[in-house]
């Protein structure tokens, strides 16, 4: 069964730091990848997505995240965080037979001023 | 941009009565599903529909739960007999083609007492 780990519960970076969160994917063939973004008492929010047709994928807020199959990963960066991109931010895998999403567990984004 | 819909954004229910989640997923999307976020952990898979029937559900969607797409918009969850642990989000989402991001609602806190 495909699986979706995501490293560090929680991040914390200072306003203006590099933002890194990451991502390793378990499916057996290459796989659709996404990132989403929970704000506080909201739904999710896509970020970005990866669909083969390039390895550096670019999304919104200044995020992007970059495919590597040798390392099964999909690490999310950001070069200089904001205060706005306080919230949490989920890795999805969408291998599942009916195309339903893994969700990794979560990292919980603070940026200290 | 269109948007899924869902209603209500909380319902508190008293523990063994039923609950009806709705959502209105967007109108050209062919695939559905629903997702729970029980409070601190990750988003776990409930079940799809397509095509007027379930396509996969996951262990969570037991005899309890079920769905239902009565009418051309609307996508429905019911739970016949609420227990305390089905306090959580729950997030519709829906999907135009295999390929394509699911998009989500902001989703329903069901808190049941």
């Given amino acids: 069964a495909q699986s979706v780990t995501q490293l560090g519960s929680h991040v914390s970076v200072s306003e203006g730091a590099l933002v890194l969160l990451r991502c390793n994917y378990s499916s057996s063939v290459p796989p659709y990848l ?18 083969s047709a390039a390895t550096l994928v670019k999304g919104i807020n200044g995020f992007e995240a970059e495919f590597k199959k040798s390392e ?5 960066t ?8 306080a919230a949490e931010y989920f890795c999805a895998d969408p291998s599942g037979s009916a195309r339903q999403l893994t969700f990794g567990s979560g990292t919980q984004l603070t940026v200290l001023p | 941009e269109p948007e899924v819909t869902q209603t209500p954004s909380h319902q508190v229910t008293q523990m063994g009565q039923e609950v ?11 695939y ?14 409930l079940v799809s529909f397509y095509n007027n029937e379930i ?34 989000m729950y997030f519709c989402a829906s999907l135009r083609a295999s390929n394509q ?13």
């Fill in chain 2, 101 to 113: 991001p699911q998009h989500f609602g902001d989703g329903t806190r069901l808190s049941i007492l």
């Fill in chain 1, 34 to 51: 996404f990132w989403y973004v929970q704000y506080p008492n909201q739904g999710l929010q896509l970020l970005l997505k990866y669909t």
């Fill in chain 2, 55 to 88: 396509s996969e559900k996951s262990e969570i969607f037991d005899d309890q739960f079920s769905v239902e797409r009565p009418d051309g918009s609307n996508f429905t969850l019911k739970i016949r007999s609420t227990k305390l642990e089905d306090s959580a």
């Fill in chain 2, 20 to 30: 009806i989640l709705r959502c209105v997923p967007i109108s050209n999307h062919l």
């Fill in chain 1, 72 to 76: 099964t990963s999909f690490h999310l």
């Fill in chain 1, 78 to 85: 950001k070069p200089s965080a904001h205060m706005r991109d």
């Fill in chain 2, 32 to 45: 559905f599903y629903w997702y729970r976020q029980i409070l601190g952990q990750k988003v776990e898979f």
